[in-house]
């Protein structure tokens, strides 16, 4: 319990570092937010005023102090480009990468796992063969690239979906996940190649030690050994593996936005770096390194549920 | 140092070694200059004399695939250099020394590991600007923490081993400990985190240089190349589907060198 | 007032289209209520410099904006300056006094009338200069802004200005609005409905709409970020219309669903020279870049040989000022070039950078072939990507730069508002062009009220800065606008505007 809570404030530490070093590196950025926002045709005096209005020429520390305050009430400011709440921009975009990161883990699990265990089950055979080296150029294919050519197989020669037809939560459920189906899966498809490899090399060295054989000289069927015990333990170094794999999404979905034209979070990060939005570069910056922090919480959590060894 | 013979590291070394030599080449000579446009060749399918055809400008793809590959590969060295020069430093002093160094190191590692690569990278690309140098520096800072990481384990690992102590009480000096004794110790699994890690940056500066950063235009990248396929689909689908295949080829040869390492060197864990 | 006879001198298909809506104006029916349906048009980039009329300044925001605000007077598709919200106007014999009868019956998307207090305060609002330069420049002349009664507005210049009625286009709205940046509120054909932030942004016919309404009920404004994806996006039925598409993309389009319109761009696309920066300060090299470069062959790459050349700052859409002998000032010569680099004392040539805006596809293009061309005087170009913002801040702003490829354009429809920016003094003058000659024939071609020294001097401006190789002129771009078969209805204007309003579905 201790060590949890100690976690806990580890954790926080982490995050106040992260949000002070993403607003220190705006500070030298090039650019200006004000002369951005006013445009080409911007006198001096009116960039000077608008600093102002902005609050721009205050002192860096009582800026920042003033930021952290708000974050913590949960108001995580004005964006400068588009005069709206930042935090209900990020309500807005947030579930668009939730889903498609969820469907993305989803695709993840419901694939490996038995494949994994087929393959493992046959290993060393013509079929594990043959899996292994399909697996292992799958694992080589960047998302992206996968993304472009399944939108010209799977949508303009099949037309089984509409290329960039994303289709907003708030209108249809239904279509937003059916389109989302695609990115997602396209970011699935390298993770999941790694997650069989890991999971079917970590079974076979599992099935090799001493309980095993203990357990089938005491009669069990294989079936029974392969779930009961072998799983169960191969599956610890996994969900280490899944958890990092989260992260690893959430940061490949600003690619496969791009190829999908999905207006999300990565979208959203992308485009307020080019406009100098800082309000909404280090809430977003701040958000995802705050799932990635609680994402190894959790996993650092059930890996201490399952394997009661680790301290 | 063991003899590396299993099937992934000889077939990931023969690629590699093959994306290597284009690279090379494509240092001093390409079929065409990469450049050099043409407008009757605009959109020209492969042909004998240019085997992946051409793009929008009438350009050789196949000379421009070579020097995409030779920019990819030289961002990828830079990368992996800076990510283990100070990936080995910061890890081997934690994991030699531990208290309170180590706690403040790894606090900051955190930071950035909480951080996926490519964002870290895009963040500081922000800050320094686009441009090829800029990519290499900013990807290698976002490796760092990996290969501290790492090296960090190893070292905790080798620190309680009796050869470090009998060093230790033959007098052997700290810096003299953990390059001269321990380091050669790691080098398996240094080298096999190299090839992940050369793996990786292969992957991100494809994906950067398809946001548009990275490499600049007339010169070629892969990830740019792919990105302006896009649109001609349908009329020119080789204008994609090989720099895609050359990305998906390095990675492969560094990933079955990694595989091959580790196959031979972990013993008992995987087989 | 200025009329543009040769405004589209190519694409008969254009002017069959143009042609069609006159007739189908004529026989009234499309004229009559709109008709429900939905279209969805891509735009490359959000409305992110706000929804506040006087204080947009992006052309991307600023022509969508057209649809929903109005001013006194506005351009119709051939340039001219034609009554909107006045009903017609009055200007004194010296130039100094504008009178304004208003419109009646106008109101304003949220159902209140609009009236003569709206359209003082919306000139005060952009006139007022306390805090430095007004939010329109030329409202910085005006002496007063007087309602005389509820459907009358006149006002006083300080000094006569022919072109001050252009800056009257300016957006009138409401003055109870407490917070324009938000509540979107003015008198045009569409009203504001919302929008989502990098998706999309939602218009609605206005249905008590002053004059001709507008015919398609919804029009959903969809952000196409990536310009690679746009064929795939109308391909694949995501989208119905989209501006401003490449020759390359509009020849991927053969067969489809879609057909493509042509027009030109009216801007003055060039590889604008830091004149104030070595090497290019020495005239002798500039002409020697002029004289390498061959925009002809640019044209073939980028635009499919469609644009239009120019030797000037200044694009055909102005009849009166463009002149076609000034495209010839520098034909493609390799030996003239290397021999006045050789004069210059760059024997050898010289390396340099050409900052790129990011997002403009066709700039970018224009500079990878202009690096090709530059090798054959042994001249190396470098290219260097900067994001829109940097452009801005550090090329626009801050001229610090060698080259860079752009377009500029007209803010309004005038021959200053083009080469106001190359005066020596200029606030807008980013490439430090600086000839006392040219600063003479400006000022005397803005301090006349007679056309024919007006028009004399600002063409005595162009030559100064085709003949002084001020920048490398290249082309003025042709734009193809792609539209599903079953709309029709589209106008191209010769300044930076999508009217909406004019778009109608051919059937049920």
């Known amino acids: 319990m201790k060590q949890v809570f100690k976690k806990i404030i580890s954790m926080f530490a982490t995050l106040l570092i992260v949000s002070a070093v993403v607003f220190a590196a705006f500070e030298i950025i090039p650019g200006d937010p004000a002369t951005s926002k006013l445009g080409s045709n911007a006198t001096a005096e009116a960039v000077a005023r608008l600093r102002a209005q902005m609050g721009l020429d205050r002192p860096f520390i009582v800026r920042f102090l003033s930021w952290l305050g708000d974050m913590l009430k949960g108001d995580m400011g004005i964006s400068y480009s588009y005069n709206m709440k930042v935090s209900s921009m990020i309500v807005d975009k947030l579930p668009i990468t939730l889903v498609m990161t969820a469907i993305s883990m989803i695709l993840t699990l419901v694939i490996s796992v038995p494949t994994a265990i087929f393959l493992a089950k046959y290993a060393k055979s013509g079929i594990d063969r043959t899996g292994q080296i399909m697996n292992q150029a799958l694992m080589a294919v960047p998302s992206f690239f996968l993304g472009i050519l399944m939108t010209w197989l799977f949508g303009m020669v099949f037309k089984w979906f509409r290329p960039g037809g994303f289709i907003s939560y708030r209108k249809n459920v239904a279509g937003f996940v059916g389109y989302l189906f695609w990115p997602s899966l396209a970011i699935a498809i390298p993770k999941c190649a790694m997650s069989i490899k890991l999971l079917r090399s970590a079974i076979l060295s599992e099935a090799d030690k001493e309980y095993v054989r203990t357990a089938y000289s005491r009669g069990n069927s294989t079936m029974e050994v392969l779930y009961r015990h072998v799983l169960k333990n191969a599956l610890v170094p996994l969900i280490t593996f899944w958890g990092m794999t989260v992260a690893d999404m959430i940061a490949g979905s600003i690619v496969i936005e791009q190829v999908f034209n999905i207006p999300g979070l990565g979208r959203m990060l992308l485009t307020s770096i080019s406009n100098r939005d800082y309000p909404v570069v280090e809430a977003v910056i701040v958000l995802i390194a705050f799932v990635v922090v609680l994402m190894n919480f959790i996993v650092d959590l059930i890996c201490r549920k399952v394997d009661p060894r680790i301290k | 140092m063991k003899k590396y013979d299993n099937f992934n590291f000889k077939a990931g070394l023969i690629i590699t070694a093959v994306i290597v030599l284009i690279a090379v080449v494509g240092c001093f000579a390409t079929p065409y200059p990469s450049t050099q446009m043409n407008m009757e060749l605009k959109f020209s399918a492969p042909t004998a004399s240019h085997i992946m055809g051409c793009d929008n400008y009438g350009r050789d793809i196949f000379s421009r695939v070579m020097e995409g590959i030779r920019n990819t590969l030289f961002i990828a060295l830079g990368t992996v250099a800076i990510g283990t020069f100070f990936g080995v430093i910061i890890g081997a002093v934690c994991g030699y020394f531990g208290g309170r160094i180590d706690d403040a190191l790894m606090r900051i590692n955190d930071v950035m590991f909480s951080f996926p690569s490519i964002l870290l990278a895009l963040v500081i690309v922000s800050i320094l600007g686009t441009g090829s140098f800029n990519v290499v520096i900013a990807l290698g800072i976002a490796f760092i923490p990996s290969f501290a990481r790492i090296v960090r384990a190893e070292y905790k690992k080798n620190v309680a081993l009796d050869y470090v102590q009998s060093a230790a009480l033959f007098g052997a000096g700290h810096l003299r400990i953990i390059f001269v004794h321990i380091l050669p110790n790691i080098i398996p699994v240094l080298l096999s985190a190299v090839m992940i890690g050369f793996n990786n940056a292969v992957l991100a500066e494809a994906g950067l240089s398809y946001l548009g950063i990275g490499v600049q235009p007339p010169e070629a990248s892969l990830g740019r190349m792919l990105s302006e396929a896009q649109s001609y689909m349908f009329t020119a689908p080789w204008y994609a589907i090989f720099p895609g295949i050359a990305i998906a080829v390095m990675v492969l040869g560094f990933a079955l060198v990694a595989e091959g390492i580790s196959e031979d060197t972990v013993k008992g864990g995987f087989r | ?508």
């Open chain 3, 1 to 508: 007032m200025m009329t543009f006879k040769k405004l589209f001198r190519k694409g008969i298909a254009l002017m069959l289209v143009t042609m069609a809506v006159a007739l189908s104006g004529c026989s009234g029916d499309k004229a009559e209520g709109t008709s429900d349906g939905t279209i969805t048009i891509g735009i490359p980039q959000d409305l992110e410099d706000g929804l506040d009329p006087h204080k947009v300044s992006a052309a991307g925001t600023k022509e969508i904006l057209f649809n929903i605000f109005e001013g006194l007077v506005k351009y119709d598709e051939f340039g001219n300056l034609i009554p909107a919200l006045a009903q017609k106007y009055e200007i004194s014999e010296d130039g100094l006094t504008y009178r304004f009868s208003l419109r009646s019956g106008v109101k304003f998307h949220d159902g209140s009338d609009m009236s003569a207090d709206d359209v003082v305060y919306s000139i005060e609002r952009c006139a007022d200069a306390t805090a430095g330069e007004p939010l329109v420049p030329a409202f910085s002349n005006i002496a007063s802004v007087v309602k005389e009664d509820n459907s009358t507005v006149v006002i006083t210049l300080n000094a006569a200005d022919t072109e001050f009625l252009a800056s009257l286009t300016t957006a009138v709205i409401p003055k109870s609005n407490d917070d324009p940046a938000t509540k979107v509120i003015g008198t045009g054909p569409y009203r504001y409905v919302g929008r989502s932030p990098q998706e999309s942004i939602e218009l609605e016919a206005f249905d008590k709409y002053w004059g001709n309404k507008a015919h398609i009920k919804n029009v959903v404004l969809k952000i196409v970020a990536n310009p690679d994806a746009i064929v795939m996006e109308l391909t694949g039925g995501s989208i119905d219309m989209i501006c401003r598409i490449t020759d390359t993309q509009a020849e991927e389009l053969k067969g489809s669903d879609f057909k493509v319109l042509e027009g030109t761009m009216n801007l003055v696309q060039a590889m604008y020279l830091n004149n104030a920066v070595k090497p290019f300060d020495d005239v002798k090299v500039r002409q020697a870049l002029c004289y390498a470069i061959d925009p002809q062959e640019i044209m073939d790459f980028v635009s499919g040989g469609k644009g239009t050349e120019v030797g000037s700052s200044m694009f055909p859409a102005f009849g009166k000022y463009y002149d076609e002998s000034l495209n010839h000032v520098y034909d493609r010569d390799i030996d003239k070039a290397k021999a006045l680099l050789k004069e210059a004392g760059y024997p050898d040539g010289f390396s340099f950078t050409v900052s790129v805006p990011s997002n403009y596809q066709q700039h970018i293009s224009t500079a990878e072939v202009i690096s090709e061309q530059l090798k054959a005087i042994g001249v190396d170009a470098k290219i260097s990507l900067i994001e829109w913002d940097s452009w801005l801040s550090d090329v626009y702003v801050g001229r610090n730069f060698e080259a860079t490829v752009v377009g500029v354009d007209a803010s309004t429809l005038t021959a200053r508002a083009m080469l106001e920016r190359f005066v020596s003094d200029s606030g807008k003058n980013f490439v430090n062009f600086s000839s006392a000659a040219y600063d003479e024939a400006f000022k005397k071609a803005i301090g006349t009220v007679n056309d024919g020294i007006q028009t004399e001097s600002y063409k005595e401006c162009l030559s100064i800065l085709a003949n002084e190789a001020a920048n490398v002129y290249i082309q003025d771009l042709p734009t193809f606008v792609a539209i599903r078969n079953n709309i029709d209805g589209y106008k191209f204007y010769p300044l930076y505007v999508q009217d909406l309003a004019s778009l109608y579905f051919t059937e049920k």
